[in-house]
């Protein structure tokens, strides 16, 4: 009995000394960190208005209006529901994928303007991989231009710089594209708007 006891003795110690380490003092210190030195992004990269949190800068969000460009289609729980992140996991041979980027595509067309025929792009008609994603293609941003500006009574060079202003980078330079914040530039539109008015 007295050799069991002598050997689980070290396995209780490494077990509590290893839950307070890695289970309260890291946590403990990583949140510290984040919190001096990165507090906006440790605490989501909140949009506020007038005090008033309207969105984050990182998760997307739906935006229906015509004087609003419009953010790409989402497959997490009722659309941008960030506790039910996810893509629809449908191949790309699947019917009823093929279906619904079919009617997302006319529904695109219609709405902004386009020929039956005409181009649409891949994140205008399908959902990332995480449902979430706060950015569209300046491709895609392009083409909802001249409906925004439009809606808007804006010029359409005006747009065009507003997008251009709010296109992220690829992220260390080289990996994925650069991407349109919606909100940031919905955000900024609609200053533009206040500001003509």
Known sequence: MRS???QLRPALISVVFFTVLLGVAYPLVATAIGQVLFHDKANGSLVRRDGVVVGS???GQTFVAPEY???????????????????SNYGPQNPDFLAAVAERAAAYREENGLAADAEVP????????????PHISIANARLQAPRVAEARGLELSVV????????????????GEPGVNVLMLNLA???LSAGAS
């Open 122 to 133: 891949v994140d205008a008609v399908t959902a990332s991989g995480s449902g979430l994603d």
């Open 69 to 87: 460009f419009h953010s790409r289609p989402s497959a997490a729980g009722a659309g941008y529901d960030g506790s039910a992140s996810s893509g």
């Open 4 to 6: 069991f006891i002598r």
């Open 189 to 191: 539109l609609d200053d």
């Open 160 to 175: 065009l710089v507003a997008i251009g202003k709010h296109t992220d980078d690829r992220v260390l330079g080289v990996l």
């Open 57 to 59: 800068e990182l998760i």
